[in-house]
């Protein structure tokens, strides 16, 4: 596969999103509450906080969205697959969206903005800024659909006005789930062609394919007995003959065939420049690399290992692989 190539601030823009996407999990004490708020189940909106940050003399505001807690609310939204048109949300009606997230993001516009314009207007310098959407999971999820609401071309709302505010506007998210019919793309508005749309996502993290097919067939995947196969003797059987002879490995017998496991097609496709966080294939010890990812890729393979959606080990990883970037050695 591609590696994933990016210059250092991108690197630097990728960090401060990880960091954002983690703390927006904890609920900050009373004197730190400065642009934070809680989530409305009333309303249906989630929590999110926005922070303003100085990057080689630049401004930077974040916006972060936090992802789903232990709660019924937000697992409802969770399960809400049913794609719905985003009409008078996004430029093309006909990309049916999760219905859940859809909802959610509609919901918060009004908030969302209110805050932006609140924080310019508190100090005109943050005007021409540039502007950071991000979030983990479900959060990623509302917080793409907000990105692509932002920078519509058709839809006027109390958000897309502001656009025009702020130099740039990215949207960087963690192991996000699938969200439209057709992947979510940054819309090119001519000087701002240079917005960062990037999604992250661990090998093996079964949120990023999280529909309703996949959920069932990964369920029942779970259930099915182990494969069984005879195409090669034991291992214990194999090893112990090698030992016994002195001209090498005897040869195999039958060709070894893979076990495979139809994969369903996948309903929703995942938004954004989609980068693959993995173990480097080969190399024994802890090492980690990112590469290219496109949806069609994505839509032929079973993950299903809950330890790889952390935020942590996302946070963990971007900092190595940023770490390698600057000081031009490996990651791990």
């Not at 963990?316 to 600057?326: E, G, T």
Request: charged share 25%; with cysteine; hydrophobic share 40%.
């Amino acid at each position: 596969m591609l590696p994933f190539i990016a210059y250092l601030p991108t690197w630097s823009l990728v960090c401060r999103a990880a960091k954002a996407s983690l703390e927006v999990y904890e609920r900050p004490h009373r004197e730190q509450r400065e642009g934070y708020r809680d989530a409305d189940p009333k309303h249906g909106t989630k929590a999110f906080v926005i922070k303003s940050q100085t990057v080689d003399d630049r401004k930077l505001l974040v916006v972060a969205i936090r992802g789903s807690q232990k709660n019924r609310v937000d697992w409802a939204i969770n399960f809400g697959f049913a794609p719905r048109q985003p009409v008078g949300f996004l430029d093309d009606a006909g990309n049916w969206c999760h219905a859940g997230f859809l909802e959610v993001a509609r919901a918060m516009v009004g908030t969302v903005a209110a805050q932006l314009k609140r924080h310019i207007e508190q100090d005109p310098a943050w005007a021409g800024c540039s502007l950071m959407f991000t979030g983990h999971s479900a959060g990623g999820a509302v917080a793409s659909l907000l990105y692509m609401h932002m920078l519509s071309r058709t839809i006027d709302s109390e958000l897309t006005v502001l656009a025009g505010v702020f130099r740039r506007v990215h949207c960087v998210t963690f192991g996000t789930p699938p969200l439209s019919l057709l992947p979510l793309q940054a819309p090119r508005n001519g000087h701002k062609d240079k917005n960062q749309f990037l999604s992250f996502c661990n090998e093996g993290d079964l949120v990023v394919r999280a529909d309703w097919a996949y959920i069932k067939s990964l369920a029942k995947l779970i259930a099915a007995p182990a494969p069984h196969t005879t195409a090669q003797p034991r291992l214990r059987e194999r090893v112990s003959r090698q030992k016994l002879r002195s001209d090498g490995p005897e040869p195999s017998g039958k060709p070894r065939h893979a076990t495979r496991w139809p994969v369903p097609d996948g309903s929703l496709s995942a938004g954004g420049r989609m980068v693959l966080l993995r173990q480097r294939p080969g190399v024994r010890s802890p090492s980690v690399e990112a590469v290219q990812l496109t949806d069609g890729e994505l839509r032929g393979v079973v993950f299903g290992d809950p330890a790889m959606h952390r935020m942590s080990l996302y946070k963990q990883r971007v900092d190595d692989l940023a770490f390698a970037a600057v000081s031009g050695g490996d990651t791990g």
